[in-house]
């Protein structure tokens, strides 16, 4: 029943109903929508922090918040496949395994 009634209206459009009753109700945004949510933009959880050479990166920010020990980054979110090979390799693959997966696909 729930499932039904829930597909006559808009992610947006029952959100604005459910919003001013007293009922607590929150949007389920995509991956493209976060960076534009006000609660994310508020809290300044998408930052952008600066690597080797001066390129900018965005990442997550620091999710707790303490006004007398703020957290700070001190390094970069690693880039997709950076540690592949050193944890592969700690887990026993070969080598010859990593680059037949890397070559097919499977790894970065």
């Not at 540690?83 to 990593?98: A, C, M, N, V």
Request: one cysteine or more.
């Amino acid at each position: 029943m729930f499932t039904e009634t829930f597909k006559t209206r808009t992610r947006d459009e029952w959100f604005e109903i459910l919003s001013k009753s007293d009922i607590c109700a929150g949007r389920m945004v995509t991956l493209d929508e976060v960076p534009n949510d006000p609660q994310v933009q508020a809290r300044n959880m998408i930052v952008e922090v600066e690597g080797e050479g001066g390129r900018k990166f965005k990442q997550v920010g620091i999710s707790a918040k303490f006004s007398d020990t703020p957290g700070s980054i001190k390094t970069l979110a690693p880039q997709l496949g950076q540690h592949t090979d050193e944890i592969l390799g700690e887990l026993g693959y070969s080598k010859d395994e990593l680059d037949r997966w890397r070559e097919s696909g499977a790894i970065k």
